[in-house]
């Protein structure tokens, strides 16, 4: 099990190949984009087994995004728990939008509805973000980080390469052709069809045996 602690910045744990990163504080400025950069970093390259991440964090809010006391100063020198709220607050400052926010939430939840949360900002709870998919499940509050935590083992435990897969395609597919979905979807069952895993999990389901990936 790996530790890492940082008082008033990131923090992570390694445990079972369950990488858990917590931002000790909400608002993200450059020292703790950097560190959560050098974390992330020191995951990949460090020849750690990490087979899931998540990504949690200290207090009222899981994270309030750029800190604008920061910004502020850089403009005069020339992102769930049944209580959850979310907000796109971004033209509340007189901003757009960054990180892929308007292609994601437009594919998401729709052109329309995408346009009216980030026009108004208007806050919306999460069983909203429940009913639009912007959230798998809805847990009571107080239960997030455990179920989180549940989650994430459950996933580090399963057959991490085909997760991989999965994700490029559903990230590849929306306005992708059916005849270029098929051929992603033909090339990635190539590759997995010559993994371990599968090869593990096929003779596993002969022996009525449960299956053991390693993410090979």
């Known amino acids: 099990m ?3 602690e940082s008082p008033d910045g990131v923090a992570y744990r390694l445990d079972a190949g369950v990488a858990t990163i917590e931002l000790r504080r909400s608002a993200l400025d450059a020292p703790l984009r950097g560190e959560l950069l050098g974390t ?4 990949r390259d460090g020849g750690v087994a990490v087979r899931a991440v998540l990504l949690t964090a200290r ?9 604008l006391k920061e910004h502020a100063r850089a403009l005069e020198n020339g992102a769930a728990a049944e209580g959850a709220r979310f907000a796109t607050a971004f033209t509340g400052i007189g901003l757009a939008a960054d990180s892929g926010l308007s292609g994601a939430l437009a594919q998401a939840v729709g052109p329309s509805r995408a346009a009216a949360l980030m026009l108004l900002g208007d806050r919306f709870g999460a069983e909203e973000a429940l009913r639009w998919g912007l959230v798998h499940r809805v847990v009571p509050d107080g239960d997030a980080a455990a179920e989180g935590l549940a989650l994430a083992r459950r996933l580090a435990a399963g057959p991490t390469v085909a997760y991989a897969e999965v994700k490029a395609l559903l990230r590849d597919a929306p306005g992708a052709s059916l005849a270029t979905v098929l051929e992603r979807e033909a090339a990635a069952q190539e590759r997995l069809g ?13 022996a009525r045996a449960e299956p053991s990936f ?3």
């Not at 207090?59 to 800190?67: E, L, P, R």
């Open 214 to 216: 390693e993410g090979r």
């Open 194 to 206: 010559a993994t371990r895993d599968h090869r593990a999990a096929v003779e596993a389901f002969l």
């Open 59 to 67: 207090g009222k809010h899981f994270c309030v995004g750029q800190d």
């Open 2 to 4: 790996g530790v890492s």
């Open 40 to 43: 992330v970093s020191q995951l």
